[in-house]
């Protein structure tokens, strides 16, 4: 498909070619392990065993080298999979990789438990800080890893600039963009070399999948990670993968109401006197709102406050709410809410990562805004 047409048009058509057997314009769920071949070798389509290529698969990763303005998407069983592929492909023994002070605890956990037994160094900095990002540069960086905005603080990186930094130094810019969804803000545009989603989140969009991806336009690069992908093992199951393809047909129209409802919450925050802190790219005093609104779309669903009265006070603000339900994750049509410290986060427990005790996350679903508002306002108190 064309990649001329518009966000909107790829999302739902892109990898979504009708069945050339019934004509069903939703592709099947190819519930299959191995294929009959014609012959030693003579493979139909290129598919012999469902770990290298299911055509399931397929159609999900063309989607997301589409909506994502990329040459090749990769699918994974989970976004920390994607994760493991990338790093295992990119680096070897005596690597360094920079990570940035705020970011999801299961990739701090993967770099800090996994990769680091394997000999991968890495440093921590602020990525909104581009001169901070190019003193921690050595001569063993081989990447750059970014999320913006980021988990949980909802920090913001320019991507562009880092990715100035990337070239010039002759590492990768990896760009996690779960938190923006390809909707909202396109890295490989922007410079970026690779771009993980855990397609759990925004991409299927109803918290009924787990999954993740890599997108990357440069050929070679993407060639290496689809032999580690298959090497490793850890795809998308048709059924997940067909579950995210559908998910990602509504995405725009999902953001759009996640962002007007996160609005909406963002400004009750900022004026409830329970609330120190609200974090929320889309407010002006928020320190990278400038160049968030120069590099997304609209400032997402993802919004944190932190709560008068600590840590206590902000552990009975998440057991009081009622339509915000607690839980992990984010990016379904529900509303969510967690403590990061004490939920998503805790593996980052004394580490530069450690999240504030006092900051509670939201995913701000699609409900009514007024109903969402009444929640937090009784969650909170007087």
């Given at each position: 498909?064309?990649?001329?047409?518009?966000?909107?048009?790829?999302?739902?058509?892109?990898?979504?070619?009708?069945?050339?057997?019934?004509?069903?314009?939703?592709?099947?769920?190819?519930?299959?392990?191995?294929?009959?071949?014609?012959?030693?070798?003579?493979?139909?389509?290129?598919?012999?065993?469902?770990?290298?290529?299911?055509?399931?698969?397929?159609?999900?990763?063309?989607?997301?080298?589409?909506?994502?303005?990329?040459?090749?998407?990769?699918?994974?069983?989970?976004?920390?999979?994607?994760?493991?592929?990338?790093?295992?492909?990119?680096?070897?023994?005596?690597?360094?990789?920079?990570?940035?002070?705020?970011?999801?605890?299961?990739?701090?956990?993967?770099?800090?438990?996994?990769?680091?037994r394997w000999g991968v160094?890495?440093?921590?900095?602020?990525?909104?800080?581009?001169?901070?990002?190019?003193?921690?540069?050595?001569?063993?960086?081989?990447?750059?890893?970014?999320?913006?905005?980021?988990?949980?603080?909802?920090?913001?990186?320019?991507?562009?600039?880092?990715?100035?930094?990337?070239?010039?130094?002759?590492?990768?810019?990896?760009?996690?963009?779960?938190?923006?969804?390809?909707?909202?803000q396109q890295p490989l545009?922007?410079?970026?070399?690779?771009?993980?989603?855990?397609?759990?989140?925004?991409?299927?969009?109803?918290?009924?999948?787990?999954?993740?991806?890599?997108?990357?336009?440069?050929?070679?690069?993407?060639?290496?990670?689809?032999?580690?992908?298959?090497?490793?093992?850890?795809?998308?199951?048709?059924?997940?993968?067909?579950?995210?393809?559908?998910?990602?047909?509504?995405?725009?129209?999902?953001?759009?109401?996640?962002?007007?409802?996160?609005?909406?919450?963002?400004?009750?925050?900022?004026?409830?006197?329970?609330?120190?802190?609200?974090?929320?790219?889309?407010?002006?005093?928020?320190?990278?709102?400038?160049?968030?609104?120069?590099?997304?779309?609209?400032?997402?669903?993802?919004?944190?406050?932190?709560?008068?009265?600590?840590?206590?006070?902000?552990?009975?603000?998440?057991?009081?709410?009622?339509?915000?339900?607690?839980?992990?994750?984010?990016?379904?049509?529900?509303?969510?809410?967690?403590?990061?410290?004490?939920?998503?986060?805790?593996?980052?427990?004394?580490?530069?990562?450690?999240?504030?005790?006092?900051?509670?996350?939201?995913?701000?679903?699609?409900?009514?805004?007024?109903?969402?508002?009444?929640?937090?306002?009784?969650?909170?108190?007087?």
């Amino acid at each position: 498909m064309s990649d001329q047409h518009s966000f909107e048009t790829l999302a739902i058509h892109a990898g979504n070619t009708a069945d050339p057997l019934t004509g069903a314009v939703v592709p099947p769920i190819y519930q299959v392990s191995t294929y009959k071949q014609d012959g030693v070798g003579g493979l139909r389509g290129g598919y012999e065993y469902s770990r290298s290529a299911n055509p399931t698969r397929t159609a999900l990763e063309e989607n997301l080298a589409a909506v994502e303005g990329g040459r090749r998407g990769l699918a994974f069983a989970s976004g920390l999979a994607a994760e493991d592929c990338l790093l295992r492909t990119l680096l070897t023994p005596g690597d360094h990789v920079i990570i940035p002070n705020d970011a999801y605890g299961g990739t701090f956990r993967l770099f800090a438990k996994v990769a680091s037994r394997w000999g991968v160094e890495f440093s921590v900095a602020d990525t909104s800080d581009v001169s901070a990002v190019r003193a921690a540069i050595t001569a063993r960086t081989k990447a750059i890893w970014v999320e913006t905005p980021s988990n949980p603080l909802l920090g913001i990186t320019d991507i562009a600039a880092v990715a100035g930094v990337a070239r010039q130094a002759g590492v990768r810019l990896v760009v996690d963009n779960t938190f923006a969804s390809p909707y909202l803000q396109q890295p490989l545009a922007l410079g970026a070399d690779v771009v993980v989603h855990s397609t759990t989140k925004y991409m299927g969009g109803h918290s009924d999948v787990v999954g993740g991806a890599l997108v990357v336009s440069d050929p070679e690069l993407a060639e290496e990670l689809a032999y580690h992908q298959n090497a490793m093992g850890a795809v998308a199951g048709p059924f997940d993968a067909w579950l995210v393809l559908r998910g990602i047909k509504t995405l725009a129209v999902r953001m759009d109401r996640h962002d007007e409802n996160a609005t909406k919450v963002a400004d009750l925050l900022t004026r409830h006197p329970k609330v120190t802190k609200v974090l929320y790219p889309g407010l002006p005093e928020h320190p990278g709102h400038e160049i968030a609104a120069k590099q997304m779309k609209a400032f997402g669903g993802m919004v944190s406050f932190r709560v008068a009265g600590g840590e206590e006070a902000a552990v009975e603000v998440c057991n009081r709410a009622k339509l915000f339900t607690l839980g992990e994750s984010l990016g379904g049509v529900e509303s969510l809410l967690e403590h990061p410290g004490r939920m998503t986060h805790a593996s980052a427990a004394g580490s530069p990562l450690e999240v504030p005790g006092d900051l509670v996350r939201l995913s701000v679903g699609i409900e009514n805004a007024d109903d969402l508002l009444a929640d937090l306002t009784q969650a909170l108190g007087q």
